[in-house]
């Protein structure tokens, strides 16, 4: 029996849309045991519901899914290093939050739901408002007022109720749990079912590597809905017996948004208010991650680390990814500028992946 609980209180949930948080205010996380098979994943087409014994979707559910997943893993060189780099800037709504979107919605159209509310800085908006075109579901969509155009355009494209808010990414989020109250939330940082979802990055890459695990992966942080889901995809296959050892994960920041990188280098079990400054990286631009106590467990488990970089930084990565034939967004450069960083200290003879999570696309206005 699926349930929620709560690794902050230890108490325990029946599964309910209306469920986001637990009584004690922390985060919710899901109770599910994944299956892998690898006969049954090699008979099932190349998008992510191939790993259907792994999603928490039950069989008679009619899955929402506009064949994505399955996102080439690309050869490249990064400071003489060959990297493998997983093109999730190809997925239908630009970014790979459709990975958590797919499956996310696909449970509120299980539980019958008409309605969702969710906050975003616009991608994780695009990719519920998606799919909740494709399910016949309303949604609202919270979204701090400066968001790029690109993305509050597409937001609408899809038919949801696009609402501005003034003020940083943080009153947007007050301003849709308030809303929550009323309407299911389809949080991507809150809700599990979302993290179940972003896991199968990881099975992707064990899949296309030849069912092995790199030794690293670099991977952006704000809310670290991928970076969790990737830690749980590994630990799933871990504990499954596929694979010996869960990759060192290594987290990526903006200097001028680095709460976990803060709370990483003193040893905080928890983030800490910080100072924050304007970054192009406005995906990562997260003062207060939900997860935050869970990213860094996430982090210091698998010996991993945060890394932060400046804005120069990014403007470069930007540029080089750019020549190298993609065009991604800033806050995916922000990644590509973090995994150069990782190269150029790294043992020498590491698997290193990473990842160009959000297309350039998105970004025109502000590139401009
Ligand atoms: C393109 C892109 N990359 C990375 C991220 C970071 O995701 P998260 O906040 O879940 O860590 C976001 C979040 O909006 C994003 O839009
Ligand atoms: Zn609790």
Same mark, same amino acid.
């Given at each position: 029996?699926?349930?929620?609980?709560?690794?902050?209180?230890?108490?325990?949930?029946?599964?309910?849309?209306?469920?986001?948080?637990?009584?004690?205010?922390?985060?919710?996380?899901?109770?599910?045991?994944?299956?892998?098979?690898?006969?049954?994943?090699?008979?099932?087409?190349?998008?992510?519901?191939?790993?259907?014994?792994?999603?928490?979707?039950?069989?008679?559910?009619?899955?929402?899914?506009?064949?994505?997943?399955?996102?080439?893993?690309?050869?490249?060189?990064?400071?003489?290093?060959?990297?493998?780099?997983?093109?999730?800037?190809?997925?239908?709504?630009?970014?790979?939050?459709?990975?958590?979107?797919?499956?996310?919605?696909?449970?509120?159209?299980?539980?019958?739901?008409?309605?969702?509310?969710?906050?975003?800085?616009?991608?994780?908006?695009?990719?519920?408002?998606?799919?909740?075109?494709?399910?016949?579901?309303?949604?609202?969509?919270?979204?701090?007022?400066?968001?790029?155009?690109?993305?509050?355009?597409?937001?609408?494209?899809?038919?949801?109720?696009?609402?501005?808010?003034?003020?940083?990414?943080?009153?947007?989020?007050?301003?849709?749990?308030?809303?929550?109250?009323?309407?299911?939330?389809?949080?991507?940082?809150?809700?599990?079912?979302?993290?179940?979802?972003?896991?199968?990055?990881?099975?992707?890459?064990?899949?296309?590597?030849?069912?092995?695990?790199?030794?690293?992966?670099?991977?952006?942080? /704000?809310?670290?809905? =991928?970076?969790?889901?990737?830690?749980?995809?590994?630990?799933? &296959? @871990? +504990? *499954? %017996?596929?694979?010996?050892?869960?990759?060192?994960?290594?987290?990526?920041?903006?200097?001028?948004?680095?709460?976990?990188?803060?709370?990483?280098?003193?040893?905080?079990?928890?983030?800490?208010?910080?100072?924050?400054?304007?970054?192009?990286?406005?995906?990562?631009?997260?003062?207060?991650?939900?997860?935050?106590?869970?990213?860094?467990?996430?982090?210091?488990?698998? /010996?991993?680390?945060? =890394?932060?970089?400046?804005?120069?930084?990014?403007?470069?990565? &930007? @540029? +080089? *990814? %750019?020549?190298?034939?993609?065009?991604?967004?800033?806050?995916?450069?922000?990644?590509?500028?973090?995994?150069?960083?990782?190269?150029?200290?790294?043992?020498?003879?590491?698997?290193?992946?990473?990842?160009?999570?959000?297309?350039?696309?998105?970004?025109?206005?502000?590139?401009?």
């Amino acid at each position: 029996m699926e349930r929620f609980f709560c690794s902050n209180c230890s108490r325990f949930y029946p599964l309910h849309p209306s469920r986001w948080r637990c009584d004690c205010g922390s985060f919710l996380d899901l109770e599910f045991e994944s299956e892998f098979s690898i006969k049954k994943i090699l008979k099932r087409g190349p998008t992510l519901w191939r790993y259907r014994e792994t999603i928490p979707i039950h069989k008679e559910t009619p899955i929402l899914s506009m064949n994505e997943g399955f996102t080439p893993l690309e050869e490249i060189e990064f400071n003489g290093n060959r990297t493998l780099i997983k093109m999730d800037y190809l997925f239908p709504t630009g970014s790979y939050k459709d990975r958590g979107a797919t499956v996310l919605i696909s449970k509120m159209k299980e539980w019958g739901v008409q309605k969702v509310v969710e906050d975003s800085s616009g991608n994780a908006g695009s990719a519920v408002a998606a799919y909740c075109a494709k399910a016949g579901i309303k949604c609202e969509i919270y979204v701090p007022q400066y968001t790029s155009s690109e993305k509050t355009v597409q937001i609408q494209a899809y038919g949801a109720t696009l609402k501005k808010v003034q003020g940083s990414r943080e009153r947007t989020a007050e301003v849709a749990t308030e809303a929550a109250s009323k309407i299911p939330y389809a949080s991507h940082c809150w809700n599990p079912f979302f993290l179940h979802g972003t896991k199968t990055f990881a099975f992707e890459v064990w899949e296309q590597m030849g069912w092995k695990a790199p030794d690293a992966l670099v991977l952006p942080v /704000g809310h670290g809905t =991928l970076f969790l889901g990737v830690y749980m995809g590994f630990r799933e &296959l @871990k +504990e *499954a %017996g596929m694979i010996k050892k869960i990759p060192k994960l290594v987290g990526i920041q903006s200097a001028f948004c680095a709460p976990l990188y803060q709370a990483f280098k003193k040893g905080w079990r928890e983030t800490r208010p910080i100072e924050k400054g304007e970054t192009v990286a406005e995906g990562i631009a997260i003062s207060e991650p939900v997860r935050g106590r869970q990213i860094l467990e996430a982090t210091r488990e698998t /010996g991993g680390e945060i =890394l932060v970089v400046t804005e120069k930084e990014i403007r470069m990565a &930007l @540029k +080089e *990814a %750019g020549r190298k034939g993609h065009f991604i967004e800033p806050t995916s450069a922000a990644t590509i500028a973090g995994l150069k960083k990782y190269l150029d200290k790294k043992r020498r003879r590491e698997t290193v992946v990473s990842t160009f999570t959000g297309t350039g696309l998105k970004s025109v206005g502000k590139m401009l």
